[in-house]
């Protein structure tokens, strides 16, 4: 998700625009769709040009296969031929060519980070890059003893710098005949549960903390295997993370067990690579004519919560590749009183979704049957529920399924923003059979004085006496009033790539500013 100005990258597909950056996507030619590709892929034609050979590639190697009829791209050190992959590119050739003949991984991380290039590009693999020598610092030594003792403590080398180090959480374990308590010191005050995600599968345990713009994971082999249940308790004044486990026999550990890649480690959190856990598929419920409700249950082992303006990823492996696609988690239903704190479901995660008759991925979503498993990420995202703290007026932009994250927003603000006096979805379809939940809505809106809802048609039968268009500025000013001349406002906007730039160039022109403005783009 960003804030305006504009986004970065597409969703290839992706209905609802949910992850961080927007670029629209160029329409591709007959005959070059993903499925195309997958077929390309697998016909054994030599997409690599080098008869099945892996070579190792200097700079100016790389550097001379700069052209679109030439193009190699490095990727964390592995050279892609992406020549015969052009056409097949929903961002388009351009986008390609700004990585032609060097490094693209920060440009890559940038734009499709959740894209698992290595198996859609795995027929274009050239090979490695040839490294350079470097010097290891003296101060760079064994961890063996982190191995053996587990003790907590982070390695310099895994600090990102001064500036983080007293920033970098620590932590501690202890345990009695039948548990296991590790307490982790994260040193951020207001921790709360939608910061912590915690997995434990067989003996792996994996604990991840957002701590600010920062990932801090702890991940470990556990000595000894443990029940399914787990329990997390927060003391979210002191920062204090505390992670119980059940153990299966009441035997003393010497150990808390190995340590994992990626265990005691505090980086960036946009530097963190996905993680995926196996949810069951529990019920899916028609919303409208192409649209479900997925209900998906996670492992009993896992504690996730997904932040309000947050989303996860979904990944399918279609035709023998992993195809990854963003969605934003909501509420089951509207909930009609917000007299008190809603109870959120956290054993499932709810996923509204258009079904497309070409889509490749949303079929094969459409086709999953009950109890069947798919994987879902953790969570990821960048809205800030600072944004609505002492909010007057909240309006809502949305398009088609762009809806689903302004879900769990209004359900918050109207539950707990006490000095919200407006809240106005204004909400864009082409016909009346593509307006998601309107029979909630139009309830909520008669239940609440606060809240209030338009509906918007571009494709409207002559019977329909609401309002009709497109998004513009004209449309906007005549819907869109403060409650009072200077108040706080937010105005969130979702949508397909055309309605949400539109959308935003309307509001700045109209006079808000960029901290008025929050475009969920994916």
């Not at 153990?247 to 808390?256: A, S």
């Not at 379809?429 to 008669?446: F, G, P, S, V, Y």
Request: with cysteine.
């Amino acid at each position: 998700m960003l804030n305006v100005p504009p986004p970065a990258f597409p969703a290839p597909r992706s209905q609802q625009r949910a992850a961080a950056g927007g670029r629209a996507k160029i329409p591709l030619k007959p005959g070059r769709s993903l499925m195309d590709w997958i077929r390309l892929t697998k016909s054994g034609k030599d997409l690599a040009g080098l008869k099945g050979r892996l070579i190792e590639v200097t700079e100016d190697e790389l550097a001379k296969h700069n052209k679109k009829e030439d193009c190699w791209i490095c990727i964390r050190g592995l050279v892609y031929n992406v020549t015969p992959y052009m056409e097949y590119h929903p961002g388009g050739e351009d986008e390609l060519m700004k990585a032609a003949g060097m490094d693209g991984t920060d440009l890559f991380d940038q734009v499709h980070r959740w894209v698992n290039y290595e198996s859609m590009l795995k027929e274009c693999l050239v090979g490695r890059m040839a490294l350079k020598p470097v010097t290891v610092p003296k101060e760079i030594s064994s961890i063996s003893e982190e191995k053996k003792q587990l003790n907590g403590m982070l390695p310099e080398k895994k600090l990102l710098g001064i500036s983080t180090k007293d920033l970098t959480p620590s932590y501690d374990w202890f345990q009695t005949d039948g548990l296991i308590t590790i307490v982790i010191y994260t040193k951020q005050k207001d921790m709360n549960a939608e910061l912590v995600t915690v997995d434990c599968d067989d003996k792996r345990l994996r604990g991840e903390i957002i701590v600010n713009d920062y990932s801090y994971v702890l991940e470990v082999d556990l000595d000894h295997a443990v029940e399914e249940d787990i329990f997390i308790n927060i003391a979210g004044k002191v920062g204090k993370v505390e992670i119980i486990l059940k153990k299966k026999d009441n035997i003393h550990w010497k150990m808390l067990g190995q340590p994992l890649e990626s265990h005691n480690t505090f980086i960036k959190r946009k530097n963190r690579g996905l993680f995926f856990r196996k949810c069951k598929l529990v019920s899916k419920t028609e919303v409208t004519h192409d649209t479900k409700l997925f209900c998906f249950m996670l492992p009993k082992s896992t504690h996730l919560q997904v932040p309000t303006g947050q989303h996860v990823y979904l990944k399918q492996t279609i035709a023998g590749i992993e195809v990854v696609k963003p969605y934003t988690p909501l509420l089951p239903f509207l909930p009609l009183d917000f007299k008190e704190p809603s109870c959120h479901d956290s054993a499932n995660i709810y996923l509204m979704i258009k079904i497309y008759s070409c889509g490749l991925f949303t079929q094969a979503l459409d086709h999953l049957q009950i109890g069947d498993c798919i994987s879902i990420s953790s969570p990821e995202g960048n809205f800030k529920m600072s944004k609505v703290q002492a909010l007057e007026d909240l309006f809502l932009l949305a398009a088609g399924t762009g809806f689903t994250p302004m879900v769990k927003l209004l359900n918050f603000a109207l539950t707990e923003v006490s000095s919200l006096r407006t809240a106005k979805l204004i909400f864009f379809n082409k016909t009346e059979d593509d307006i998601l939940w309107r029979n909630q809505l139009e309830q909520l809106a008669l239940k609440d004085e606060r809240f209030e809802v338009q509906f918007i048609l571009s494709e409207p039968t002559k019977d329909w006496v609401g309002k009709q268009g497109r998004i513009s500025s004209s449309l906007l000013s005549a819907v869109m009033k403060r409650s009072r001349k200077d108040s706080k406002v937010l105005i969130c906007i979702c949508g397909p790539t055309p309605f949400t730039e539109q959308g935003v160039q309307c509001l700045k022109d109209f006079g808000y500013s960029q901290e008025e403005i929050h475009a969920f783009t994916a």
